[in-house]
């Protein structure tokens, strides 16, 4: 391996403990910004469902950690990792990534500003990592048992989300096209807090299929039918976009029992439920 590869994997390794430091899980990543270690899998029949369960490196984002020694071995079994990756949507920050990209040829940054002025939002200070390709990565923190997917565009051209089961590209990090370096005055920051009306843009909005408990009552069957179409690791976002839609027209309390039951029939537990409404009460100004 050249010396400057040595030194990059070195720096890179060094990043990745001062931000697992921060309570921010981490992994190795190429200098392609994909995972640096090959999955474990790639040769099986058919597509694997490992999430890591097998014990063995090579599972992507499932792979990063806040552990010292774990990041240790992962970047040791991958000696030519140039950079780390973030993972999103895990505890202590639950990190939400707004990427604007300058790629598309649209003014994500301008998008962004329209979209605060249309919904009333605010971004607070926090960090911002800045991208060789002249981009920005804007970080924030979601609330517990809230789960905010990954998309594309789909909030405004130019404006990826990076959410669970996806991840940032650490500061400090050396890929093909240069390094990503904190903005100037960002980088003593915490992520956070996401606007209210901002997570709910980026929540996915409400698709019915089955029947509601005759116990919702009329006002509410739509939110409730919301929540009994959930998917596996769909079930918390619907519940939490459910709940607060609810408690926003002003039937959240009598809507608590009806929600929680659907909840549960989808395969929730009842305390994961009302810890999910609770938070929806709270993060729409109201008592749970």
């Known amino acids: 391996m050249a010396t400057t590869d040595r030194q990059a994997t070195t720096l890179a390794l060094a990043h ?24 474990p ?25 806040t552990d010292p020694a774990r990041i240790r071995d992962l970047f040791a079994a991958a000696p ?3 950079g780390y990756g973030i993972a999103c949507g895990l505890p202590p920050h639950h990190l939400i990534g707004i990427d604007l990209d300058t790629k598309s040829g649209t003014d994500s940054s301008a998008a962004l500003r329209e979209l605060a002025l249309r919904h009333l939002f605010t971004l607070p200070p926090t960090v911002v990592v800045l991208t060789p390709s002249g981009g ?13 997917p990954n998309s594309a565009g789909r909030l405004a051209p130019g404006i990826d989300i990076r959410g669970a089961g996806g991840y940032l590209v650490g500061p400090g990090s050396r890929t093909e096209h240069g390094v990503y370096a904190t903005a100037p005055g960002t980088a003593h920051l915490a992520p956070a807090p ?4 901002l997570l709910r843009l ?26 009994l179409a959930a998917h596996e690791g769909q079930r918390n976002t619907r519940l939490f976009w459910a709940a607060c839609r609810a408690y926003e027209d002003g039937i ?26 609770a938070s929806a009460a709270r993060m729409t100004g109201h008592q749970p």
């Open 16 to 39: 990745a403990l001062s931000a697992a430091e921060r309570g921010l899980a981490v992994i190795p990543l190429s200098r392609t910004k994909l995972p640096a270690l090959r999955s």
């Open 41 to 65: 899998h790639r040769d099986d029949p058919g597509p694997s469902r490992c999430h890591g369960e097998c014990g063995r490196f090579g599972h992507g984002v499932y792979d990063a950690s």
């Open 80 to 82: 030519w990792a140039t």
């Open 136 to 148: 920005r990565h804007l970080w924030l923190s979601g609330p517990s048992g809230v789960v905010v």
């Open 194 to 197: 996401c606007p209210r009306s």
């Open 202 to 227: 980026l929540l996915p909005p409400p698709r019915t299929h089955r029947s509601a408990p005759a116990s919702a009552g009329g006002h509410g069957q739509g939110l409730v039918q919301f929540v």
């Open 252 to 277: 959240g309390p009598a809507l608590v029992g009806p929600l929680v039951e659907a909840a549960v029939t989808t395969g929730l537990t009842d305390r994961e439920a009302r810890a999910t409404v």
